[in-house]
């Protein structure tokens, strides 16, 4: 109860800061469910509904991840560019508090809205979300490329560490020592790396779809960086469901197929077979990362988890350099499993 004062005060304090109303205009403030990283709520102003974000400095997550709170500018600087760049696939951003590492959006909601994990994990028809997802990233990484794109609000590289880098590859690689080498040499490539506008949580928890089009939020690891870590990342939530849901295992790798065509398109900054096989190396590692990193993925069993090991750890050693060439020996090694 405490800290649902605490949030709704901090709620009133940006409303009233940002202009959208005053304190007595807020009828309620509802804490919103499923995030990791800032507390995010819903705000009643009667006669419409807003969402707000915070930052925390400590990650709701069983192992200790803290991370820097003005990461929220990172946040609110990407999805403003995002705008820009696919307006069609955006939200209407409110306004952020410097003070409060914080800031106001739409909220989306309705019969037309739905969020992508929730349709992955109930089964639903694909209604081609990876290659739309995919699109959008392109589009966006693309732009980003371009000489004369403003970096300044997104030289981030130290958050992305503390956020991406750490929890995922280089906290795994101490589980794992006989794959260190791949995981930390895998670590110091993405930190070094300054190519393009990375949103660095590209995952279907925080996709919504609006009609046929998404909505990418959550871009609090926004760095210039290295364009397969959205790639990686995204694609390796539809490979962990290809475990998790045998029965839509070929939908699932197709996906993957899919999402590559249509990001692939947009790839200007190098050759689309580079890009490729940094993917196809960087994935068997973040697969690994979601079973023994600081963010284990929620939904698999013990039974699937040591799978999910047992798959990756070969790929990382000898890494393929083509997504379909992953995708083949996946769907070879789980073929005919029902766990």
Same mark, same amino acid.
Request: with cysteine; aromatic share 8%; glycine share 6%.
């Given at each position: 109860m405490q ?5 709704e005060d ?6 009233v800061?940002?202009?959208l109303g005053?304190s007595?205009?807020i ?8 995030g ?17 974000k915070?930052?925390? #400095?400590?990650l ?6 803290f ?12 999805l403003?560019? #995002? ?5 069609? +696939? ?14 106001a959006m739409e ?9 992508w ?28 490329a371009?000489?004369?794109?403003? /970096?300044?609000p ?6 992305f560490?503390?956020?991406r880098?750490e929890?995922?590859?280089?906290f /795994?690689?101490t589980?794992?020592p ?6 930390n ?6 930190y #070094?790396?300054?190519q393009v506008l990375?949103?660095?949580?590209v995952?279907p ?8 089009k ?13 364009a397969s ?5 995204c694609?390796?939530?539809?490979l962990?469901k ?5 029965a839509?295992?070929?939908?699932l790798l197709?996906a ?12 200007n900054?190098? +050759? ?9 190396a960087?994935l068997p590692m973040?697969?690994l ?7 284990p ?6 039974q ?22 992953? /995708? ?7 073929e005919? +499993?029902d766990?």
């Amino acid at each position: 109860m405490q800290k649902n004062i605490i949030l709704e005060d901090r709620c009133k304090e940006l409303v009233v800061e940002l202009g959208l109303g005053t304190s007595d205009d807020i009828v309620s403030a509802e804490p919103l469910a499923g995030g990791v990283a800032s507390d995010i709520a819903v705000v009643d102003l009667g006669d419409h509904r807003i969402c707000v974000k915070f930052a925390l #400095a400590k990650l709701k997550v069983a192992e200790d991840w803290f991370a820097p709170v003005h990461r929220n500018k990172a946040e609110y600087h990407w999805l403003r560019t #995002a705008a820009e760049i696919s307006p069609d +696939t955006a939200l209407k951003l409110l306004g952020r508090s410097e003070v409060q590492n914080g800031f106001a959006m739409e909220y989306l909601d309705g019969e037309n809205i739905y969020l992508w994990k929730a349709a992955l994990l109930q089964a639903q028809p694909d209604n081609g979300e990876a290659a739309a997802v995919g699109a959008v990233i392109g589009q966006i990484h693309a732009a980003s490329a371009i000489s004369g794109f403003d /970096t300044s609000p997104f030289e981030n590289r130290d958050d992305f560490h503390a956020l991406r880098l750490e929890p995922y590859l280089r906290f /795994t690689a101490t589980r794992h020592p006989a794959l260190a080498d791949h995981l930390n040499g895998m670590a110091d490539s993405l930190y #070094a790396s300054h190519q393009v506008l990375v949103h660095g949580d590209v995952s279907p928890k925080n996709i919504l779809f609006r009609a046929d089009k998404p909505v990418i939020l959550d871009a609090e690891c926004a760095t210039m960086g290295d364009a397969s870590f959205d790639v990686a990342f995204c694609l390796n939530h539809l490979l962990l469901k290809a475990v998790h849901m045998p029965a839509l295992r070929q939908n699932l790798l197709a996906a993957v197929e899919s999402f590559w065509r249509a990001y692939s398109a947009h790839i200007n900054w190098e +050759t689309p077979e580079a890009l490729e096989a940094r993917v196809s190396a960087l994935l068997p590692m973040l697969m690994l990362a979601r079973i023994d990193g600081k963010s284990p993925v929620e939904y698999l069993s013990d039974q699937s988890r040591q799978q999910v090991r047992d798959l990756a750890a070969p790929l990382i050693e000898n890494p393929v350099t083509r997504l379909s060439a992953l /995708t083949q020996y996946l769907d070879a090694k789980l073929e005919g +499993t029902d766990l």
